[in-house]
């Protein structure tokens, strides 16, 4: 077995140094790849040469690295080739890449017999494992589409998010990790078991269930969940807010997510966290408000800004850290109640997320103009 690991990694560095008819089409990828596997071959020898256990653990990271990066390289080329149009040097390259991706496969499976854990699941796939696994996953998404006639019309839209996020993350070129391959699959197997009915429970909670237990954390889900919940409880009394708010946020404390499963992984938050946080942030600025004398009146600060031009400053302050509240839906009620403008004495916690996400060129740069003011004030100083 040690021995094949060798030679395999010699043949594969020789196959690109001396291109066959096929490789010939890849003359730009051929020196960098085949200096990889000149790499590689070197620390796959060292390693299982009987050096001391650091030295084995610096090998192995490098064989690991080593085989990630060649399967980069081969995701770029395989992309290109697919872009070029139907012709010979096009279709050179594909079989190029495929052969080369499966012996990678082999070299990867000989190598995790040899040294188990040896290859990150966040190492890039090989394209062989990849592209079978696309079809697999897209057809998987496609029959998700069977649900949207079962789901309300508050849950259709999530179907589309989903199945927009596993197009974004398969685009031709990019590198898929064997744990991003692995969690699509699963995700999208237990996302099949929503139509099985549970006493007590609805697709629509089921299916919410479900990808938050998976921490399907795509911020795009995340966010639609809290706007379709401010949606929700938009008409109701402060206490009511406060009363459907405690009995959400006690439901999602109650999810219990499995281990080691996620969309994103750290630093991105989970699912779970961030839809968490946005309700606990609400039922907290709704008890302020609800403590507040009966007809108290809030002395606004007037800001000499658009309310396009204050959105965009406090979406920036927030994004940059210099504003520690992390949620911004909750930064926009306190904009609304303690800020007014040159447009507006009342500004709506609607109008100034609206501005925020959706800001127009000309309002960049007004407020280019008034920051550089500011920053020569201070230069002045």
Same mark, same amino acid.
């Given at each position: ?158 179907? =589309? !998010? ?5 197009? +974004?993350? $398969?685009?031709? &070129?990019?590198? /898929?990790?064997?744990?991003? *391959? ?99 942030? =609400? !039922? ?5 408000? +609800?403590? $507040?004398?009966? &007809?108290?009146? /809030?002395?606004?600060?007037? *800001? ?78």
């Amino acid at each position: 077995m040690i021995e094949k690991l060798v030679l395999m990694s010699e043949m594969l560095q020789a196959q690109l140094r001396y291109p066959s008819s096929e490789a010939s089409a890849t003359e730009t990828f051929a020196d960098t790849l085949a200096e990889d596997f000149k790499d590689l071959k070197e620390y796959i020898t060292k390693a299982l040469s009987g050096v001391t256990a650091n030295t084995w653990q610096i090998n192995c990271s490098a064989i690991s690295a080593g085989i990630n990066r060649i399967c980069t390289i081969l995701y770029s080329l395989y992309a290109s080739a697919i872009r070029s149009g139907d012709s010979p040097v096009r279709k050179a390259q594909i079989r190029f890449c495929k052969k080369l991706s499966s012996q990678i496969e082999e070299l990867i499976w000989i190598i995790g017999v040899l040294a188990p854990g040896m290859i990150s699941k966040n190492n890039a796939a090989p394209l062989s494992t990849y592209l079978p696994a696309r079809l697999r996953i897209r057809s998987k998404s496609k029959a998700l589409s069977e649900l949207i006639p079962l789901l309300d019309e508050h849950c259709r839209p999530i179907i =589309e !998010i989903i199945q927009s996020a596993i197009n +974004n993350l $398969l685009k031709p &070129g990019k590198p /898929v990790s064997f744990r991003l *391959l692995e969690y699509l699959e699963e995700l999208l197997e237990v996302l099949q078991g929503v139509k099985e009915d549970y006493p007590g429970t609805t697709i629509n909670y089921r299916l919410h269930i479900k990808l938050i237990t998976y921490n399907f954390n795509y911020p795009r889900y995340v966010a639609y969940c809290n706007g379709k919940l401010e949606e929700k409880f938009g008409s109701d009394s402060i206490i009511e807010k406060i009363t459907n708010l405690s009995w959400y946020e006690m439901e999602l404390r109650r999810i219990i997510p499995v281990p080691g499963k996620a969309l994103f992984e750290a630093p991105m938050q989970s699912a779970q966290y961030s839809l968490q946080l946005y309700v606990t942030e =609400e !039922i907290k600025y709704l008890q302020l408000i +609800n403590a $507040l004398p009966s &007809g108290s009146n /809030v002395d606004k600060i007037r *800001l000499k800004l658009s309310v396009a031009e204050t959105s965009l400053l406090f979406l920036g302050m927030s994004e940059l850290d210099l504003i520690e509240d992390k949620n911004f839906n909750h930064l926009t009620l306190q904009i609304s109640r303690f800020f007014s403008t040159i447009q507006a004495e009342s500004v709506s916690k609607e109008s100034v997320r609206s501005n925020a996400y959706r800001y127009k060129p000309e309002t960049i740069v007004s407020l280019i103009k008034k920051l550089l003011e500011l920053i020569n004030w201070l230069r002045s100083k």
